[in-house]
């Protein structure tokens, strides 16, 4: 099996993680959505990262600090970006459902994501064939993602009060989808940080969490300054606090593991010695639209869609059906 196909296997292991994380948060009971996220932001943005930068990273703090500040402030920056993108996020899906808010926001994340850095990094792609496919998949990214919302606002248009829901809902994953892809900035513009983990002696699968450590810290920052200030606002820490503790807990930490894992096995997968130079965009627009299709999976198996009319499973169905197909044109430019 070559080495690109063992790349895309990880990141396709990554996407699974990545479509299911959001699941356990349908579990939590009883605890206001600023509570769950902060505990969960604790355990994905650092608890689990620093954890794993310890046990795979030899030398860490000599890493750190023989990269340039320059990079480190860039990446740290790309990570608060994102930081306020993963606040909207789980504003967005709490509106208007995991399957919907996941392609919505996965979708133009993965536009943006794939398209920044191969303008910047490798912008003679453009004119080549590759180039090409990839920016055709990520077309039809869009119009599969067009479809999902067609879908979903015929879901929610029965009631007029979720009418209003589902307009704000729209408009938070919107902004979540354009501040989201900040998260591979980080990932493609400081790659210092992975070279010099390592030079120092770190696993080359291993490199990658350097470097998300470095970008989920600061992402934490302003999850958590959010949370705090709802926490403050709304007085809603006490609230449910000895209701199902242990369960909601648990939630937290098993969407936090499953987050960190799929993007550490997507750092690992579409590493520039697995996937070539386009891993950065080839490896992210597949992470984020397989993440579409396993979302929407369990969004259908945990009833989003329950008693919904056929005409919205139609527009559902072909949207999918053109993600799917992004995925081969995808792959076929990397090919």
Not at 160 to 166: I, L, P, Y
Not at 167 to 186: E, H, V
Not at 232 to 251: E, H, Q, V
């Amino acid at each position: 099996m070559s080495s690109f196909s063992i790349g895309l296997l990880i990141v396709l292991a990554g996407a699974v993680m990545q479509g299911s994380w959001a699941l356990p948060q349908k579990f939590v009971r009883g605890w206001a959505w600023e509570k769950m996220w902060l505990l969960y932001s604790v355990a994905a943005m650092i608890v689990f990262p620093w954890l794993f930068v310890s046990l795979m990273i030899p030398r860490a703090g000599e890493v750190y600090s023989s990269v340039s500040t320059g990079v480190l402030v860039r990446t740290a920056l790309f990570g608060a970006g994102w930081g306020l993108g993963s606040v909207l996020f789980g504003l967005g899906i709490a509106s208007v459902g995991l399957a919907l808010g996941f392609a919505i926001i996965i979708s133009l994340t993965a536009a943006l994501g794939a398209l920044v850095p191969l303008a910047i990094l490798h912008p003679e792609r453009f004119t080549l064939e590759r180039g090409g496919l990839l920016i055709l998949g990520l077309l039809v990214v869009v119009a599969g993602v067009a479809l999902c919302a067609k879908a979903g606002a015929i879901k929610d248009a029965g009631a007029s009060a979720t009418k209003g829901n589902f307009t704000r809902g729209l408009l938070i994953c919107i902004a979540s989808g354009i501040a989201s892809p900040m998260f591979n900035f980080g990932f493609a513009f400081g790659t210092p940080v992975r070279d010099q983990a390592l030079k120092l002696g770190a696993n080359e699968d291993y490199t990658s969490i350097a470097l998300l450590a470095v970008i989920t810290t600061a992402g934490f920052v302003v999850n958590a300054g959010y949370c705090v200030y709802l926490l403050l606002r709304n007085r809603s820490w006490s609230t449910g606090l000895n209701t199902d503790r242990f369960r909601n807990l648990g939630c937290a930490i098993a969407m936090g593991f499953m987050w960190l894992l799929g993007f550490f096995l997507y750092g690992v997968g579409s590493s520039p010695e697995r996937m070539g130079p386009l891993g950065s965009s080839v490896g992210w627009a597949i992470l984020m639209t397989t993440m579409v299709l396993v979302a929407n999976v369990w969004g259908l198996l945990t009833g989003e869609w329950k008693n919904v009319e056929k005409r919205a499973f139609r527009y559902l169905g072909g949207g999918l059906a053109l993600l799917v197909v992004a995925l081969v044109v995808i792959g076929l430019s990397s090919s």
